[in-house]
């Protein structure tokens, strides 16, 4: 899925990004919380192409905040 173009809903957010990199994290790392069951899962790095002003075009997500592949 590297490099591919794909439409992501997040809470706070729903654009566009071009996939840049996947990694594996914790889920405490994730979501910046203390959790008991702290086991690793899949995150993409994305890099948002739509014209949105932002600081840090760079995001952070979920697969299953993936609702659309180009």
């Known amino acids: 899925m ?3 173009k794909v ?3 997040t809470k706070t957010i729903e654009t566009d990004v071009v ?3 996947k990694r ?6 994730f979501y910046n919380a ?3 069951n702290n086991s690793s899962f899949e995150v993409y790095v994305g ?3 739509s014209e949105l002003d932002s600081k840090c075009p760079i995001v952070e997500f979920i ?8």
């Open 2 to 4: 590297i490099n591919r």
């Open 7 to 9: 439409r992501i809903k």
């Open 19 to 21: 996939i840049l990199d």
């Open 24 to 29: 594996m994290t914790t889920m405490s790392e």
């Open 34 to 36: 203390a959790i008991m």
């Open 47 to 49: 890099l948002i192409s």
């Open 63 to 70: 697969p299953s905040n993936i609702i659309k592949i180009y």
